[in-house]
């Protein structure tokens, strides 16, 4: 019988945006909803995120970005994790981003975008149903 890991998400603080309130209410709702959590700290670079996605073996990471730099942070990271052949591995994130920015993160490949005033609950919600946890090797 093969038992069911529990979904690993990482939760990245990319640049130089010092406000991680945002980051760590989502890291404990994620841990309090059952979930691994890996939480980077604040300051890192896409390399180092892509870096701790493949050491701690996640199922998605998360980006949590204020600064405005949402339109090169994502596509990087993603572009990054495709060139480490991390394509089982969603990316999905929150901040402050305009709509249609949105739209075009979501054609470069960031599988959800959440805004302020999300629900934790929702957020949640959406994970278990698009993230599902990679089998383990017997």
Same mark, same amino acid.
């Given at each position: $019988?093969?038992?069911?890991?529990?979904?690993?998400?990482? =939760?990245?603080?990319?640049? #130089? @945006?010092?406000?991680?309130?945002?980051?760590?209410?989502?890291?404990?709702?994620?841990?309090?909803?059952?979930?691994? =959590? *890996?939480?980077?700290?604040?300051? +890192?670079? %896409?390399? $180092?995120? =892509?870096?701790?996605?493949? +050491?701690?073996?996640?199922?998605?990471?998360?980006?949590?970005?204020?600064?405005?730099?949402?339109?090169?942070?994502? %596509?990087? *990271?993603?572009?990054? $994790?495709?060139?480490?052949? $991390?394509? @089982?591995?969603?990316?999905?994130?929150?901040?402050?981003? &305009?709509?249609?920015?949105?739209?075009? #993160?979501?054609? +470069?490949? =960031?599988?959800?975008?959440?805004? &302020?005033?999300?629900?934790?609950?929702?957020?949640?919600?959406? *994970?278990? +149903?698009?993230?599902? &946890?990679?089998?383990?090797?017997?």
């Amino acid at each position: $019988m093969v038992s069911e890991r529990k979904l690993r998400i990482l =939760v990245g603080k990319p640049g #130089l @945006d010092g406000h991680d309130r945002g980051a760590k209410v989502i890291a404990r709702a994620f841990r309090d909803a059952g979930f691994e =959590v *890996v939480y980077t700290g604040l300051h +890192q670079t %896409p390399e $180092m995120i =892509v870096s701790t996605a493949i +050491q701690e073996d996640v199922d998605a990471v998360s980006l949590s970005i204020l600064s405005g730099a949402h339109n090169y942070v994502f %596509p990087e *990271v993603i572009r990054l $994790m495709k060139e480490k052949g $991390m394509n @089982d591995v969603l990316v999905f994130g929150g901040g402050i981003i &305009p709509d249609d920015d949105i739209r075009e #993160l979501k054609a +470069q490949g =960031v599988a959800e975008i959440f805004t &302020p005033g999300s629900s934790t609950q929702d957020i949640i919600e959406w *994970v278990k +149903q698009n993230v599902k &946890p990679k089998t383990e090797a017997i």
